[in-house]
């Protein structure tokens, strides 16, 4: 396990502990560092390159955004199904991912 320090709403330093072996989630390739796109995106697809250095191509990050942006819809779907079946507040739905 690894920390790293960001910022939180509020400008407050917050400590985040996170796994460097766990998966990226766009190339699922270990994380090994933190980065600005959080713990469970690796430094290089925050990026936009690979780990041998050259660069994503436009079409690749469109495939790659639409897939997440697939999923995260599933996401939705399968939490917005489940908090109808147990009447879990609704409030995760406001929060809203930069586009
Ligand atoms: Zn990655």
């Keep these: 396990m690894k920390t790293v320090n960001y910022k939180n709403i509020f400008n407050e330093d917050i ?7 766990a998966p990226c989630r766009i190339c699922g390739l270990p994380v090994e560092h933190a980065s600005m796109g959080g ?3 690796c430094p290089w697809c925050d990026c936009g390159k ?3 250095g050259t660069d994503q ?11 997440l942006r697939k999923k995260a819809k599933e996401i939705y779907e399968k ?7 147990h009447s879990v507040t609704k409030i995760f739905y406001k929060i809203k991912r930069g586009s």
């Excluded at 400590?15 to 072996?21: G, Q, R």
């Excluded at 191509?57 to 897939?67: A, C, L, S, W």
């Design 39 to 41: 713990t469970d995106v």
């Design 50 to 52: 690979y780990r041998d």
């Design 15 to 21: 400590e985040v502990e996170y796994d460097e072996n």
């Design 79 to 85: 939490r917005k199904s489940l908090d109808e079946q």
């Design 57 to 67: 191509t436009f079409m690749e990050i469109v495939y790659k955004n639409n897939r």
